[in-house]
């Protein structure tokens, strides 16, 4: 006999599928954009911004090694000098969510704060994806 | 007493055959549970335990977190 000590909460947090009637509800983690540019405290500001504005993107997750959020850059922050490290330019310790969190919920709270996007993490603050505002409200107008 | 193990472990033992067991009441199991876990709630354990899991696999309990 095991016991999982973390419990279900632990599972969803770490982004992994449940099953059940809350199950196929929109949440936070199904809507984030997975393929959200990310990059590291060191690099070049400039670089930075040439490459993923030529991507389409105007904000970029700062990441470790390990996936792990350490900030974050928006535009106001990649129109800064080209010249800055990343880590002196960026918003450290950006507010994140879990996977599970519902989109109804994080649609209230980045209105609420006029936020474009946030990160989703696990528990352990590794990326799971770019939650944009506008995907959001989307999402909640076709549940409708 | 159980002995104490981490989500990767869960996983481990998975796959290879562990029965999940969710100890919850029935509504928070319904909303949502891990997948392939069994429904036990925890009153009903001593009662339905051998009718319902195989003796011959490992079983995982599990419920919301810590608390």
């Known amino acids: 006999m095991y016991d999982y000590v973390d419990g279900k909460l632990d599972w969803m947090a770490a982004g992994l599928p449940t099953e059940g009637t809350n199950a196929?509800?929109?949440?936070?983690?199904?809507?984030?954009?997975?393929?959200?540019?990310?990059?590291g405290l060191k690099d070049r500001l400039g670089e930075v911004r040439e490459r993923v504005r030529t991507q389409g993107w105007d904000s970029v997750v700062v990441v470790n090694e390990e996936r792990v959020v350490l900030g974050l850059l928006r535009s106001a922050e990649l129109d800064k000098d080209a010249d800055l490290v990343v880590e002196r330019a960026m918003r450290p310790g950006p507010s994140t969510f879990r996977p599970y969190v519902s989109l109804h919920e994080m649609a209230h709270f980045m209105v609420e704060h006029k936020l474009e996007n946030t990160p989703i993490t696990t528990s352990d603050g590794r990326l799971v994806g770019l939650l944009l505002t506008k995907d959001v409200l989307e999402a909640m107008d076709k549940a409708k | 007493m159980p002995a104490e193990i981490r989500r990767d472990e869960v996983r481990r033992l998975v796959d290879r055959g562990a029965q999940l067991v969710e100890v919850l009441p029935s509504p928070e199991y319904e909303e949502d549970h891990i997948p392939g876990a069994i429904h036990l709630p925890l009153r009903k354990i001593e009662t339905r335990a051998v009718e319902v899991l195989d003796r011959k696999r490992a079983v995982i309990v599990y419920c919301w977190d810590t608390a």
């Open chain 1, 24 to 39: 196929m509800l929109p949440r936070a983690g199904n809507t984030a954009r997975k393929d959200a540019p990310t990059c």
